[in-house]
């Protein structure tokens, strides 16, 4: 498995993160709230938040669908790599990355023993161009 494959699937989980909190959003956007009485007369033209909001959930929810789906058949192959790497460390580095997905920062941290953040990421392109 190459880093771009890696790479790859990393930032499927991390657009299924930021889609997933887009969809929270748009949820508590579209929970209809109190209406406004300002005595001021409304312009032209009514328009339904909801019904605008409902469509964009619904597009929202289909891709979120489908990168969790994509997600689901690369981390098999993920996985598969992942649990043939002989070294344990570099196995707990991996799966910290690119299943849990975390920064390499964290990954450093709790891998610990001194590792500092590019120690581990400089171990994992060593381990992959190897």
């Known amino acids: 498995m ?8 990393f930032k499927l989980r991390e657009r299924l993160e930021r889609d997933t909190d887009l969809l929270k959003s748009l ?11 300002t005595g001021m007369p409304h312009a032209p033209g009514v328009r339904d938040k909801v019904g ?12 979120i669908r489908y990168l969790e789906n994509e997600i689901e058949v690369e981390e ?9 790497i002989p070294d344990e460390q570099l196995r707990v580095i991996f799966r910290l990355r690119f299943l849990r997905g975390l920064t390499w920062g964290e990954v ?5 023993g001194r590792n500092t953040e590019e120690a ?8 992959l161009n190897s």
């Open 52 to 63: 605008d909001l409902a469509v964009e959930i619904a597009d929202l929810k289909e891709r």
């Open 76 to 84: 098999q192959e993920v996985t598969r790599f992942i649990t043939a």
């Open 27 to 37: 949820e508590a956007a579209a929970c209809p709230g109190a209406q406004v009485l």
């Open 120 to 127: 581990v990421k400089s171990s994992a392109y060593r381990y």
């Open 2 to 9: 190459t880093l771009q494959e890696l790479s790859h699937h």
């Open 108 to 112: 450093a941290a709790v891998v610990g």
